[in-house]
C-alpha cells in the first residue's frame, strides 16, 4: 500500500471519529445555567421539559437541520468522503417507521444514537418528518409513546 493511500485512511478515520466525539461531547457536557431558564431562552415548542445536554430544536424539519443534515446532507442525497453516509432521500427502508426510529435511538455503525440526546416526542418528529420528505411517502406517523417503548 503507499504511504499516500495509507494517510488518507487514516485521515479519513480521523475525520469520522471526530463527528461522533463532538457529538459525543455535546451531550457529556450539559450546558451551564438553570434549566428552567435555558427553556425559557430556548423555547420549548413541544411542551416537554428540555434539560441541559439536550437538542432544544422543536420540530422535525429543524431537527433534520441541526443534527442529520451534517451526515446525510440537507437534501438527504447521503454523502461519501471521510465515510460513508447512506441517502435518506427515496429510501425504503424507511417503509417500516421501526427501522429509522430504532436507528435514530441506538445508532448504527458509524452512526452515533442521536436520539438519546432527545425527548421521545423529538424522536417522532425527526423520524415522522424524513418519513415524509425528501420522497418519502409513508404516513404512518409514529407517536412518542412508541419512542418511549422502544428505549
Ligand atoms: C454522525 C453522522 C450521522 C448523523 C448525525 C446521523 N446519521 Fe444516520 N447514519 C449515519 C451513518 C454513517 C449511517 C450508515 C450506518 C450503516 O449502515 O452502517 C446512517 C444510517 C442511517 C439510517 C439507516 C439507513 C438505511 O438505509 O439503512 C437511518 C434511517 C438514519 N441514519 C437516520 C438518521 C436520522 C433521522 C438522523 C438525525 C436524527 C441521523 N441519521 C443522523 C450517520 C449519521
Known sequence: MKISTLAFG????ILTGSVSVALAQDAAQPRQGDP???VA???DADGAFVMPGRFSEPDGEKMYRRVCAAC????????TGAGKYPALANNPNLAASGYPMLVTLK????MPPVGEMMTDQQVANV?????????NHYEDAITAEDVKAMR
Open 72 to 79: 446525510h446532507m440537507p437534501d438527504a442525497a447521503g454523502a
Open 10 to 13: 487514516l485521515a479519513a478515520v
Open 127 to 135: 423520524v415522522n418528518y424524513v418519513r415524509t420528505h425528501f420522497g
Open 107 to 110: 445508532g448504527l455503525n458509524g
Open 41 to 43: 431562552q430556548q423555547g
Open 36 to 38: 428552567a431558564a435555558l
